[in-house]
């Protein structure tokens, strides 16, 4: 996974294009597109459309997806039922910094000759390679070296956990990984220590456990076992593991480290086969600080959220400390856009700000993580509504109809005002936002507003609605804050 960067930058800007075009309903001028994203210059964003457009065509069937491109509309993406895996795949497929990230995870160690010779390149491509990559080393516990041989050498828990993690992102059934001689050996396999863990499973589930099956087997059979020197071993005694099957010749740290790489996932899949020993103290002060911090800033949390988030806090960290996650890697494991979410929610994401600079100043761990960082504030939000320091926008709504009609109005608004704070008042008088399906005869206050509407909210009266929310939460903003 160390090796990926550079093709992960314009897998990136592909993927952010894919996003921002999925969100539209009309064609986006490629300006508009370069100012949206901030980073890529307008010529990379004509680059890559040029490149989406060919790939979708080709990989997809025009009912499915299309890739428009305009000289004078911009771009225009239409998909219907289909997702973007066909991409993923075909981006992988031919490239060569994924050809050898696989090649060095797998074999670990390869003839600098041979591994040239199956990517048809020439060492001082190679080298150049490998040496572009060294960013994502960093402290995540791995070393390459490049002479006769090129080696990947380290903690082998790390190493594990980078080839799972790199199987994941680029496969997502083991019947396409080209290595795997006998998938279905491996399914069954996968299958006999699901059976023996406990519980159904998805076949998707089934399919990212076989990966990480698969991994293990793949360094015991090169020699390469957990050991007393691995970063995981002195924290093992502090979890309660289910025993190792008798019909798998793993050693007892192979077997537990396989299980808390799905703890540490934070997926509801394999939580029950790992738990934190309950007078375990791993990192207590750092959990009391955020906790108290959180309450600080947010709210008072009652005993079952301070439980929970304590648990999400203890595996976080846990991950942290095995496996540093650097800025770069840190984008795969989040989906999270904190920038849409500041935009709509200015106020929470400022709150937010302040809870963690407090926390990076008291505690060097937290400044040190930006996995942590992120991962605060998908706990907050789980806690804390995003809208919660959003003033309430008060409405009214009038309907010359009866009140039958009145409430079913009320509920079609209902989805559409879900990520703002509002409420609908029976005076008028103290409403922010008037909506009428009639001319509306009363005169309103200096600082109400009016929208009429139909009896059939169009899509363009929810449109003008969000927009009005939107506009006079800024103005109380001003004035709150």
Known sequence: MFLIYKSQQNRSLKRDILELLDDQDDFLPMQTIVDKLQYPTLNAVKSVCKDLHEEIATLYAPEEMTLIVSVRGGVKLNRDGVSFQRLTDNESENSITFKLTSLILKERQIETDSLCEQLFISPSTLGRKLRRHDVLLGDINTKISIANKVTAAGDESTLRFLHM???????????????????????????????????????????????????VNNALSKGYQINSKDICVPYLEHYDFIKAP?????????????????????????????????????????????????????????????????????????????????????????????????????????????????????????????????????????????????????????????????????????????????????????????LSTDIFLEPLLSHQQLVPIGTNLSRNDIKTIRSRITSIAHQKDSVTY
């Not at 083991?174 to 023996?196: F, G, N, S, V, W």
């Open 246 to 434: 008798a019909f798998l010749d793993w050693g007892t740290w192979d077997w537990q480290h396989f299980l808390l790489t799905f703890y540490f996932s934070g997926k509801k899949f394999g939580q029950d086969w790992t738990k934190l020993k309950p007078d375990s103290n791993l990192f207590a002060e750092e959990k009391r600080a955020w906790l108290a911090t959180f309450e600080k800033y947010f709210e008072k949390l009652s005993a079952e959220s301070r439980k929970s988030t304590s648990a999400y806090l203890s595996r976080q960290l846990q991950f942290q400390k095995l496996i540093p996650i650097n800025e770069i890697l840190i984008n795969f494991f989040t989906n999270l856009d904190s920038s849409q979410i500041s935009k709509e929610y200015p106020n929470y994401i400022t709150v937010f700000g302040e809870f963690y600079s407090e926390l990076e100043n008291n505690y060097p761990l937290y400044k040190e993580a930006p996995y942590l960082k992120s991962n605060a504030l998908l706990d907050c939000c789980q806690i804390t509504p995003l809208n919660t320091f959003t003033p309430c926008v008060k409405l009214f709504l009038y309907t010359s109809f009866n009140l039958l009609t009145e409430e079913l109005l009320k509920a079609q608004l209902e989805p559409y005002l879900s990520r703002f704070k509002s409420e609908f008042v029976t005076d008028f008088k103290e409403a922010d936002l008037i």
């Open 165 to 215: 993690l790199f199987m994941s992102l680029a496969y997502k059934s083991i019947d396409h990984i080209p290595e795997i001689d006998d998938p279905e050996k491996m399914r069954a396999l996968t299958q006999q220590i699901l059976d023996y863990l406990g519980g159904p499973v998805l076949e998707n589930q089934l399919q990212e456990c076989a990966m990480s099956v698969y991994v």
